[in-house]
């Protein structure tokens, strides 16, 4: 039996295999951050296709954290509503599909990782201490508003230099009082905004976290301080660490990983055991590059938990059906173009290369 259509608990969550949608920005919500018939149609089809947890694309937890002009909101309980049309649509098209919402908060309007990002004018340095506990609790209420909605766990977006890694990495962190300086008060941030999640949806719903596990820029934080970060948030509370890394021109990085990482496809297959180790009895994902089914079987066997797709689940949604059904396809589709990536700067996201 693959081991990739073997479920896997975390806390009281069962997913069905081990394909998770990693976040992917829709840029399909109307102009006020709330959910449209696409988005619905967008998650109906991927859980149709036997994705077994789907993480949403990054909802904004305020509006000075929206990057893209059509991305989805957290901020109010009248986005409730949408966002349980989300819920129901995934849990009703995909059987025992389990589905995540991934908060974000921008910062500096993601400090350049993606594309089409608004400039918000926000600057970390100078944000008072009422000002970060303000931006704190509005994760926690964003996490109690996806509880309501009906989602089965909370996504933090805490990598790529957005709000979180910006507090996180001496790249972006040049605070020289307890929110910044050594990597226990650059910490800080993430480990308050896991707690007052954690306050508002209670221990039993699992609470997922990504997290870079390098930045890839001189003067950034490299795998040793990531691997203590990991092990501080698994801690704090957090059920699932999916790792990735980078915080600036994603297209030219990714370009470079694909090329090191050559026929063994996932960028960050290195990172396996050192955070398996780190984050203990903990669920691990990684995410990068993973395109076939011979490649996600030797990283299960390696000890990973959950295996990260993004861009192969744009241009298939139903990708792990034919996988499961192996004897059609083993590889995905998807060339790692970045076509999609540079369209979301103006457009609802689609596969550019293949759906014209
Ligand atoms: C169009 C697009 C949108 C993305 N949006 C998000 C997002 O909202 N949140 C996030 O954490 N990562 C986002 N990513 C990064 C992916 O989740 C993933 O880490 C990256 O694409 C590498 O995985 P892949 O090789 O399977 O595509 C996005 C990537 C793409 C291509
Ligand atoms: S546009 Fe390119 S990178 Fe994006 S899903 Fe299509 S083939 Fe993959």
Redesign the pocket.
């Known amino acids: 039996m693959l081991k990739s259509f073997t479920p896997l608990s975390i806390k009281h969550m069962t997913v069905k295999n081990r394909i998770m949608r990693s976040a992917t920005m829709e840029n399909m919500a109307d102009e006020d951050g709330f959910v449209t018939d696409q988005i619905i149609k967008l998650y109906s089809d991927l859980a149709a296709g036997g994705t077994g947890l789907i993480i949403t694309g990054a909802c904004a937890v305020e509006k000075n954290g929206q990057v893209w002009n059509r991305q989805m909101a957290a901020w109010d309980d009248q986005y409730i509503n949408g966002l349980e049309r989300i819920a129901t649509a995934i849990h009703r098209s995909g059987k025992d599909c389990k589905c995540a919402v991934q908060l974000h908060h921008g910062g500096l309007a993601g400090f350049g990782y993606s594309y089409g990002g608004k400039n918000s004018g926000f600057s970390l340095s100078d944000l008072t201490t009422a000002e970060i506990k303000s931006i704190i609790k509005t994760f926690g209420d964003g996490a109690l508003r996806i509880k309501k909605a009906g989602f089965d766990a909370v996504a933090v977006h805490g990598a790529h230099g957005y709000l979180i890694s910006q507090f996180m990495s001496p790249v972006t962190n040049n605070r020289t009082d307890h929110w910044g300086g050594t990597l226990s008060n650059r910490l800080r941030f993430a480990i308050e905004v896991c707690y007052a999640i954690k306050e508002k949806i209670g221990a039993p719903m699992p609470l997922l976290w990504k997290i870079n596990c390098d930045d890839y820029i001189e003067g950034g934080q490299g795998i040793d301080e990531y691997l203590q970060a990991a092990f501080v948030i698994a801690e704090s509370g957090v059920d699932l660490i999916e790792v990735s890394g980078g915080v600036k021109d994603q297209i030219r990085l990714r370009a470079k990983l694909k090329q090191q990482a050559g026929p063994g496809e996932a960028y960050f297959r290195f990172a396996v055991k050192p955070f398996k180790q780190a984050i203990g009895a903990k669920a691990l994902a990684v995410t990068g590059g993973i395109r076939s089914l011979p490649i996600m079987e030797e990283l299960l066997n390696d000890g990973l938990d959950l295996l990260g797709i993004c ?2 689940l ?2 298939e949604p139903d990708l792990p059906d034919k996988f499961q059904a192996v004897s059609k396809q083993v590889t995905a ?9 540079l369209g979301i700067a103006n457009e609802p996201v689609k ?4 759906c014209k």
Do not use: A
């Open positions: 861009r192969p744009i241009c589709r998807c060339i790692s173009c970045n076509k999609c990536l596969c550019v290369e293949f």
